[in-house]
């Protein structure tokens, strides 16, 4: 019903943008600023080519025939290794920041400069881009110097001995200076019995994985299969320290394995899915268990921000890192490709 009163209806429907003054919280809040869980987790170096290199080597086989004749002339023999040399190309991740000297001298929401925040969103954004890069299939690419952009071997790109693939994948791993990228296959449903073969395979190798890292979907089907009754696992244990009588546990978020093996189960939430070889392709993802110890960051100039040339009125950054990923020993990683996160993982 009308009024006669003079109310806040009328202020705020007076011609130009009303009368009543704008109530802002003077504070941005912002959900996205989440962890890097593979980055974090492994270390850093610095490198001075745009090709990076490092050498691999392993001991040789048991020899169960090893047994010599007591003063036999053994100068015939040569039981010397050269091992291995690989490498990986750098790869240039840049954010570009423009903004104009009156958006820097307005009084804004929640920041003071809005060019130091947005070179401080930009540096996040791009740290996130390398996330999910070095966690890709993505091949090696030399930089031409004109048109193709150097590009760094992805992680699951150099995986080759301990791997699980669906029907029609093919492993990539190193080549003559190359990173090959992995041949998708038909997508399937994890199972149990492929975590424990792929641990195996890496503990027999003589790697120790502590990780076992996936997308969200995949690490909760595999939580939630910890629980059924068809899982081939111990008494579920949990430290409750510092519970309450009456909090309600439902999530696996490590499994120790045959052979010591403990994985702490981490979904990444900048992880990727990618297309399987099927027919009608589908979104499917990795499950990597790797050690933290054999893979590393290599900067060649690592993040910073540097000032371009001023355009009339703006002032311009760029946020930039010339970086490459050194997966030290593929031999210490495993992965379960292919896997469908829509599919619930079984024995």
Same mark, same amino acid.
Not at 24 to 32: H, K
Not at 223 to 231: G, I, K, L, Q, R
């Given at each position: 019903?009308?009024? *006669? ?23 941005? #809040? ?7 869980? *593979? ?12 090709? =990076?290199? #490092? &050498? ?5 086989? !048991? ?52 060019? %130091? ?34 590009? %760094?071997?992805? *992680?699951?790109? #150099? ?16 080549? +003559? ?15 149990? &019995? ?8 890496? /503990? ?22 910890? *629980?059924?009754?068809? %899982?081939?696992?111990? =008494? ?10 009456? &909090? ?36 499917? +993802? ?9 893979? &590393? ?5 690592? /993040?910073?921000?540097?000032?371009? !040339?001023?355009?009339?009125? +703006? ?7 010339? /970086? ?24």
């Amino acid at each position: 019903m009308a009024t *006669f009163n003079l109310d806040a209806a009328d202020l705020a429907a007076v011609d130009f943008k009303g009368l009543i003054n704008e109530d802002v919280m003077q504070q941005i #809040w912002d959900i996205s600023m989440i962890p890097l869980p *593979f980055t974090d987790s492994i270390g850093s170096d610095s490198t001075s080519n745009a090709y =990076t290199e #490092w &050498t691999q080597d392993r001991l040789q086989a !048991q020899d169960l025939d090893n047994a010599q004749v007591d003063g036999a002339d053994t100068i015939a023999n040569n039981d010397t290794n050269t091992g291995k040399r690989v490498g990986n190309q750098h790869q240039i991740s840049t954010k570009t920041i423009k903004v104009s000297s009156r958006a820097r001298n307005s009084n804004t929401i929640g920041f003071s400069d809005t060019l %130091a925040y947005q070179v401080m969103m930009r540096q996040r954004e791009a740290r996130r881009d390398v996330e999910g890069i070095a966690l890709s299939n993505q091949a090696s690419v030399a930089d031409d110097g004109d048109s193709i952009p150097g590009r %760094a071997g992805g *992680f699951y790109a #150099w995986l080759e001995t301990n791997t699980s693939r669906g029907v029609g994948g093919a492993d990539g791993g190193f080549a +003559a200076g190359i990173v090959a990228a992995p041949t998708p296959g038909e997508g399937r449903g994890l199972t149990e &019995t492929l975590v424990r073969d792929i641990a195996q395979a890496v /503990w027999v190798q003589g790697g120790n994985p502590s990780k076992l890292h996936s997308i969200p979907d995949v690490i909760r089907q595999l939580s939630e299969y910890m *629980f059924t009754s068809s %899982a081939r696992i111990a =008494t579920l244990q949990r430290n409750e320290q510092g519970m309450s009588a009456a &909090t309600a546990v439902g999530t696996v978020n490590v499994f120790l394995t045959d052979f010591g093996v403990t994985l702490e189960m981490v979904p990444n939430r900048l992880d990727n899915t990618y297309l399987s070889g099927d027919t009608v392709p589908i979104p499917v +993802a990795n499950v990597g268990i790797y050690d933290p110890e054999y893979v &590393t960051l290599g900067y060649m100039q690592g /993040w910073r921000v540097e000032e371009l !040339q001023k355009s009339g009125l +703006a002032d311009n950054r760029q946020v930039a890192a010339d /970086w490459t990923l050194k997966v030290l020993n593929e031999e210490a990683h495993g992965v379960i490709a292919d896997v469908d996160p829509t599919v619930d993982v079984v024995l």
